[in-house]
């Protein structure tokens, strides 16, 4: 066969993302502020695109008004109806992390771990600070700690010494550096700078300048004149209140019961953390994308948040007033591109309303029993389930329910929340679908919340109790469930009982 150039023609087929459709997927992953960021720089952009009332082309409404079913097999628009249950709030696993580190060495995790025990172990915790009613403060702690120094001391030098001190304390208003090291770089004496470390200790709030826990303790205690030599046995001993051996800090501290839970209420009183109270808060609140309220026939509406989702309209007379002016090809073909532009981005936004509303909708029709009675009724769902049942794939109901936050009338949540993995079913009442593995860990959790001290619960007996409530799990499972939602195992949390009963 001889070898040449010759010319062929092949007709081949294959899928290529144009810009737009993968803008689109972008578009359809991202929340509602995102929505609402990338608007701004749509309307920065395009001098045709404007804020108003409906989007050019008209285009459904994004809400969605639910009657109640009418047949058994209903479409995934028509919901059930709702239920007015107990509220259950989603389990939040952040919210049992005891450990208050901000990830300055190990030295701070051993002295967050032991007093982390100490507070947790008081039971309901009434006699702990209350973390939730810090709020961010409008001055810092170095600010609120430099004006006082003034007032505190007439010596220049001991003044300028404590401010340096106070440029050193972390988030918690603890001083990670040593004296020596204080001196060293000023070049003063040690007693000096002892002296200034004595003046930020008297500052408020009370505690800061401390370089342990122990110490933080103790200033708060004297503050409040209470160190005397028991006091100070028990702040010794921190490792042993972490622990629970009660009867070893009694004998330590030479006091009997009634002495020794006065002491121990005390102590949670204090605060092992003083300086967050002027940390600024980085943690901005949920808004919720999706809202889900009971309407007046005994069903749901289900409405896209408004307040973070701008419509865009074209604007016509902008256009045509543009339109008259451009004479040049070049100002005409730059016309038309933006006014495609914005065409189908009103497009996209009004399909991304559509797909959002329609998968929401399915969802709480999947989870109707979560609606009316709480997350014990929620059953297991899977993002395949959803995506059959509206007609879309997998990956673009994985994307609707990314960084997407559903409000009722239980609270807020991520749509993540709910698709959760199964359980089976055991007894007669077992009907082939299972339970989810949120109902079970709220089900361990309610379990553990009413033992007493003489009753506590080993996983095994967890086990046997779900059991014949018609869960099939094994001891091992409880186990791992239990650690997911920060539960100890049954000899912490009797230590931890014994040791509350004790206050």
Known sequence: MALGPRLDIRQTQSLVMTPQLQQAIKLLAASNLEIESFIADALEANPLLDTGGPADGGGEP?????????????PADQLMLAGGGEGDAPLDLGSVDRDWDTGDGDARGA?????????SSSGDGGEAPDWEQLRAADITLADHLEAQVGVQTNDPRTGFIARHIIGLLDDAGYLAA????????????????????????????????ARNLAECIAIQAREADRYDPCM???????????????????????????DFADMLRELRSYNPRPGLAFMPSDASSVVPDILVTGNAAGGWDIALNEDTLPKLIVNRGYFVEL???????????WLKEKLADAHWLIRALDQRQKTILKTAAEIVKQQDGFFRRGVSELRPLTLREVAEKIEMHESTVSRVTSNKYLACARGTFELKYFFTSGVGRIGEGADGEGASSAAIKARIKALIDAETAKSILSDQQLAEMLQKEGFD???????????????????????????????
Do not use: H, M
Not at 62 to 74: K, Q, S
Not at 234 to 245: K, P, Q, T
Not at 250 to 258: A, F, G, I, M, Y
Not at 473 to 493: D, H, M, N
């Open 62 to 74: 994004d809400r969605i008004e639910l009657a109640p079913p009418l047949a058994e097999e209903a």
């Open 111 to 119: 002295r967050d771990a032991e007093w982390g025990a100490a507070a």
């Open 178 to 209: 040593s004296l020596d090291e204080v001196a060293e770089d000023l070049g003063v004496e040690l007693f000096e700078a002892e002296a200034a470390l004595n003046l930020v200790q008297s500052l408020d709030p009370s505690g800061v300048g």
């Open 232 to 258: 100070a046995a028990l702040i010794s001993n921190l490792d042993l209140v972490a622990r629970g051996e009660v009867e070893r800090l009694k004998r330590l501290c030479r006091v009997d019961d009634e």
């Open 323 to 333: 339109n008259a002016g451009a004479t040049s090809r070049e100002s005409q073909g």
């Open 473 to 503: 799990l094994a001891r091992r499972t409880v186990a791992k469930y239990r650690e997911a939602i920060g539960l100890g195992s049954s000899a912490e949390r009797r230590r931890a009982k014994k040791l509350a009963g004790a206050s």
